[in-house]
Every structure is written in C-alpha cells, then in structure tokens.
C-alpha cells in the first residue's frame, strides 16, 4: 500500500509560482513512477506532468510545458510540481498519483488508470 499526501497549493496571482509537494510512505518509493494530475470545476481530470521512477523520464501536457517541472527526490519519497508563471487557467484541484510504468511511453503517464495510487489532492487557485 502506498499513501500520498500533496501539500504547497494556495492563492496566487497571475504571473507568480507554487511549488507543489507529494510526500510518499508505504512501498519502496524509488518503484514507482508517478505523475501529477488535475481538475478544475466542471471538467475532467487531466494529466499535467510525469516522471519515471529513476527521474530519468519527464512528460508534460503542452499547456504547461516550459513553466512547469516535475522532480523527485527517491531518498526522501518526495515528488514535486514547480509551477512558475501561473494562468487563471491553472485554477483546479492538483492530485499527485503513484503506479508501476510498463514502458516509459507518454501514453502511459498520461493515462490516470494507469496509477493504482492517489492523493487527496490541494487546490491552486490563480487570480488574474
């Protein structure tokens, strides 16, 4: 069993920067892959970033590709989402999920059936 908590979400204006933070406890936590995933109101949970268990694979969905990075740290079983020149458009609930890649395919990692584990999830909010 793997338990996840996320934790760095808040109140931010357009233009500024959150880290986000997914601590890990339960499983080896260097096993596993995971990603970042999100949901705003009224829409469904969309994939945001990834990155294979050895960090040595990295995926993220356009909108956000060039402000976002995603890193671990194994040692710690930590997962991060540095998240620099936010939109409104950002506005949502983001979930950190673990699971155990096939292949280190995009497809894969953008894929939210893929993950056997999820967080609670911590809400960004971007004011214009």
């Known amino acids: 069993q793997v338990h996840l908590v996320e934790s760095g979400g808040g109140l931010v204006q357009a233009g500024g920067s959150l880290r986000l933070s997914c601590a890990t406890s339960?499983?080896?936590?260097?096993?596993?892959?995971m990603g970042w995933f999100r949901q705003a109101p009224g829409k469904q949970r969309e994939f945001v970033a990834g990155?294979?268990?050895?960090?040595?694979?990295?995926f993220y969905t356009d909108s956000v590709r060039g402000r976002f990075t995603i890193s671990r740290d194994n040692a710690k079983k930590m997962t991060y989402l540095r998240m620099n020149n936010l939109k409104p458009e950002d506005t949502a609930i983001y979930y950190c999920?673990?699971?155990?890649?096939?292949?280190?395919?995009?497809?894969?990692?953008?894929?939210?059936?893929?993950?056997?584990?999820w967080g609670q999830g911590t809400q960004v909010t971007v004011s214009s």
């Open positions: 999920a673990a699971g155990t890649a096939y292949s280190y395919q995009r497809s894969w990692f953008e894929n939210s059936s893929e993950y056997s584990y």
């Open positions: 990155i294979s268990e050895n960090g040595a694979y990295t």
């Open positions: 339960g499983q080896i936590f260097s096993n596993y892959d």
